[in-house]
């Protein structure tokens, strides 16, 4: 989820419905000095214009909408990837997960990216920023309906000191001292451990059946259980999960995040309105992704398991790319949740 690994969605059920209206597209225009002294200096501007002929809806998480430090540029020194560092989410479909841009108009967000990708690793040099330029769109009062690809550009950009500063902490401390909060968080924990055995299993036992072609395609099953199997496994005991929002990016939307420079998770207050596993069985659907556990096994999934965060919705989940089902972590909360359901109950 929102791994920042920014992770229960109210739209979840309709995140691909309604009729499908064809878009030219965005552009994107970014700005940005072509050297920087240092990596303070380092600060870009995304410019997304809707060319279109009427208003479109977009889903601004992930992409150069979004001002929380999620991953919305590909970084590149030469021919070598810049590893990401920030923060993946997840997130929750509501209203404010969308913004709206008139036909002919233009929004610009200033994104600092200093703390969230490993320039140090790489050294000082010329950098290559690329937006990600698909975004997932549709009319202003519909439910989102399709992806579209920008028109967009890249900007190189000179930086001398690559020292890297650190994500600062809004509050000193990371430890939750509520203990409701914190045997909440627990409990999830287990229940997201005991979901990704069941999910393991299942794969084991049953293969590629249409449950998990629904899923990953054509996928490897071998990939998949993998996956499963180093969240069951997990037992860092560096590892923290936090009942506190230190890098303030619980915005009313993010479920909860996960910081991938340190792999440490926090959970925002909406989490706490999730339901136990058990919930499957008496009513809940999976397709509400309101189930603790599923949110806890997504944000897992980035920690031990390099997952991102690609699209949220079980429904969004099934229409991935086969190459990109494997890497969305929403998919391992639908599928593990389904598993237990069509198991468990």
Do not use: W
Request: proline share 2%; aromatic share 8%; glycine share 6%.
């Amino acid at each position: 989820m929102f791994a920042l690994s920014l992770v229960a969605l109210g739209l979840a059920g309709s995140a691909l419905a309604g009729p499908l209206k064809r878009f030219d597209g965005l552009t994107v225009d970014v700005t940005a000095p072509s050297s920087a002294a240092s990596l303070d200096d380092l600060k870009l501007t995304a410019t997304v214009t809707n060319t279109n002929s009427e208003d479109v809806k977009i889903l601004k998480y992930g992409t150069v909408l979004d001002k929380l430090p999620t991953r919305s540029f590909t970084v590149t020194k030469g021919d070598a990837a810049i590893d990401f560092t920030g923060v993946k989410a997840s997130v929750q479909l509501n209203d404010d997960a969308y913004m709206t841009i008139k036909a002919g108009e233009s929004v610009s967000v200033e994104h600092n990216l200093a703390s969230l990708y490993d320039f140090t690793s790489a050294g000082a040099g010329s950098f290559t920023f690329e937006p990600k330029a698909e975004f997932k769109v549709g009319a202003a009062d519909e439910a989102i309906s399709e992806k579209v690809e920008s028109t967009t550009n890249s900007v190189t950009i000179d930086i001398s000191d690559v020292a890297k500063p650190s994500m600062q902490e809004k509050r000193a401390t990371v430890s939750c001292s509520d203990s409701s909060l914190a045997s909440f968080i627990s409990s999830s924990y287990s229940e997201a451990k005991e979901l990704a055995s069941i999910a393991a299993d299942y794969i084991s036992s049953n293969g590629a059946d249409s449950l998990f072609t629904a899923y990953y395609g054509g996928s490897s099953t071998s990939t998949v259980s993998s996956k499963f199997s180093a969240v069951a496994s997990e037992s860092d005991s560096s590892r923290t999960l936090n009942c506190s929002d230190p890098y303030d990016v619980c915005d009313g939307n993010v479920i909860a995040y996960t910081v991938i420079a340190t792999t440490d998770i926090y959970f925002c207050d909406i989490f706490y309105d999730e339901v136990e596993t058990s919930s499957l069985c008496t009513g809940t659907t999976v397709a509400s992704r309101s189930i603790r556990g599923g949110t806890t096994l997504h944000e897992l999934t980035h920690a031990v398991a390099d997952t991102d965060d690609i699209t949220y919705g079980c429904s969004a989940d099934q229409a991935l790319s086969d190459s990109q089902s494997v890497l969305n972590a929403d998919n391992y909360n639908c599928f593990s949740t389904q598993v237990y359901q069509n198991t468990q109950c």
